[in-house]
Structure formats: structure tokens, C-alpha cells
């Protein structure tokens, strides 16, 4: 699975979910922005043609800002979320975002190496206040070692040969929100132990990597869990997805496919699989049973 996250919005035939183009990627914060319009829009069940005809703004600027391609107005937003009938709350709470610095542009670094439907995701992730994550394959990225994301990168032939160490770096890159004394990131993480003990390298690898997970759930940032097949059944039963918690928007879903990925935006759909974050919770083991399940395997 490629840990770093697809992001290639595919259209669902009856989802609201919104396309991001494989080039000229809006930034994530005007992305989020435009994904509550669209939603205040939907709520109000106007088409964006009677979107257009009731705020006086083009259809094709209106499209623009629902995509993030356009900057956007603080004054647009107003009236568009007024037209809408928002609270003056929710409109104050968007008007304000549309002012603040994009900060996502941290991994330009690595831009010429990291494809343009993966930017965007990487940049919602450096946004997000929150992450839940449940991987049923391999460790979380966000908790790999560089030498076990380097061990998964090597067998990949999604990455280019010489490109795996440049995107190992940005996989370690990833990580340093969760140790940021300003703005760290809130990780919970639910894990198999069919994920813990995968064959990636050899044996000395996988017991360092083990033992930084016992590292990482020492942080005030990191909650580890992990599911065992005696744990009984669960929801999480289509694999991998990720629920992304922001401070002003409201949370988005996230389920990687093969070759891309689809965010879930409508509430009711974000809010199943937070129901489905929450069983697994309840399923697997404690936080201290985890532990010490983790440091039994290590002792094997």
C-alpha cells in the first residue's frame, strides 16, 4: 500500500465528492474552503446554476471557488454562505480562513519528486489538527522508521528508483508534526498484528521499527492500538482509511485505492466511518495492552 496516501478524487455516481485534477492541484486551504461551500450549497439544495443566479457571481467563478482553483474572497464567501442561509458563526469561521497563510507548501522540497495528486493530501494532513488511522497491512507511515519506509519504498514500483530516498525523506518529513511543541498533530493509530509482523527486511529491522512504536506511544500526541485476530470481528472491513480533524472545517473522510484515493465529505458518510474508528477502538486492545503486546513481539 503506498503509505503516503493517494489523492485522486474519483467521481461516485450518487457521492458529492469533489475532483481534484492530476495538474495544477489547488492548495489544500482553498481546497477545504471549497468544499464547505459546496456542502452549504448542497445543504441548501441549490444547483450551482441557482447559486449563481442568487449571489450575482459568475457560475464559472462560483465553480472555481466550490474547487479551490480560484482565490477566495472573504466578501464572496460571506454572501455565498448568507445566500446559503449559514449561521453568522459558521460564516465568520470561513470568512477568517480565507486570511490565513497557507502553511502546506512545507514539503516543496520534495515537489518535483512527489506526483500532483499526492501534494494535496500531504498538504491536508499538515492542516489537520487530528488523524485517525487504521492500517491493516503496514506500520502507518507516520510512525515508520527510515529504514522500514525505506525497506517498503524499495518495493514499490510506484516510486522511481531514484527517487525512493528523496520520498523517504518526506515520509520522515511527515512525522515532525507529531513532535511540534506549536501545532503538533493529534495521531491515533489502530493497527493488525498481521501489519506488525509483515516481512519487510530483515529481522533487526523490523525489531528497531517495533521498538520505536513503543517510542511513539510514550508521546502525548500518539495513541496506539492494535487488533488481533482473537479480538473478534470489527467494522473496518473494506482496509485502510484515514479521518482528518481540522480546527475551522469539519472532518474528512479518506479511503486509498490501487491507484488514487476518495475523500468523503458529506457528514453522514465521514461520520460512518467514525463510527467504524470507534468500534475499532472498542475491539481492540487498550492502549497498555497494546503496549505490551507490541513488546511481546519484539521479544520473539
Do not use: C
Not at 464547505?36 to 444547483?47: G, K, P
Not at 470481528?233 to 472532518?251: D, E, I, M, Y
Not at 473522510?253 to 460512518?272: F, I, K, N, P, T
Amino acid at each position: 500500500m503506498y503509505q503516503f496516501g493517494g489523492l485522486y478524487m474519483r467521481r461516485l455516481m450518487t457521492k458529492p465528492a469533489t475532483e481534484v485534477a492530476l495538474r495544477g492541484d489547488p492548495s489544500p486551504l482553498r481546497w477545504l474552503i471549497g468544499v464547505e461551500l459546496a456542502r452549504y450549497r448542497n445543504s441548501a439544495h441549490l444547483s450551482l446554476t441557482e447559486a449563481s443566479q442568487l449571489s450575482g457571481i459568475g457560475r464559472a467563478k462560483l465553480g472555481h471557488l466550490e474547487t479551490g482553483r480560484q482565490q477566495q474572497d472573504p466578501h464572496d464567501i460571506a454572501r455565498l454562505l448568507a445566500d446559503y442561509g449559514a449561521e453568522q458563526d459558521d460564516i465568520d469561521r470561513l470568512t477568517s480562513l480565507t486570511n490565513q497563510a497557507d502553511e502546506a507548501r512545507w514539503w516543496a522540497p520534495w515537489a518535483q519528486v512527489v506526483p500532483d495528486w499526492l501534494k494535496t493530501f500531504v498538504g491536508l494532513e499538515g492542516l489537520a489538527e487530528s488523524e485517525f488511522v487504521f492500517e491493516p497491512m503496514l506500520i502507518p507511515g507516520l510512525l515508520q522508521t527510515e529504514q522500514y519506509a525505506a525497506a517498503v519504498t524499495a518495493n514499490t514500483p510506484r516510486v522511481r528508483a531514484d527517487y525512493s530516498e528523496r520520498f523517504v525523506g518526506l515520509r520522515i518529513a511527515r512525522t515532525r508534526r507529531l513532535t511540534d511543541t506549536e501545532r503538533p498533530l493529534q495521531l491515533h493509530a489502530v493497527i493488525t498484528e498481521s501489519a506488525l509482523r509483515l516481512a519487510v527486511g530483515d529481522p533487526e529491522l523490523r525489531r528497531a521499527q517495533l521498538r520505536h512504536l513503543l517510542a511513539m506511544a510514550r508521546l502525548p500526541t500518539v495513541t496506539i492500538q492494535i487488533v488481533r485476530p482473537e479480538d473478534g470481528p470489527h467494522t473496518a472491513l473494506t482496509g485502510q482509511f484515514v479521518v482528518l480533524g481540522f480546527a475551522n472545517v469539519r472532518s474528512i473522510g479518506y479511503v486509498e485505492l490501487h491507484d488514487g484515493a476518495v475523500y468523503l465529505q458529506d457528514a453522514e458518510e465521514v461520520r460512518s466511518y467514525t463510527m467504524v474508528a470507534e468500534d475499532l477502538q472498542r475491539v481492540a486492545l487498550d492502549p497498555n495492552g497494546s503496549i505490551s503486546f507490541i513488546q511481546s513481539v519484539v521479544g520473539e
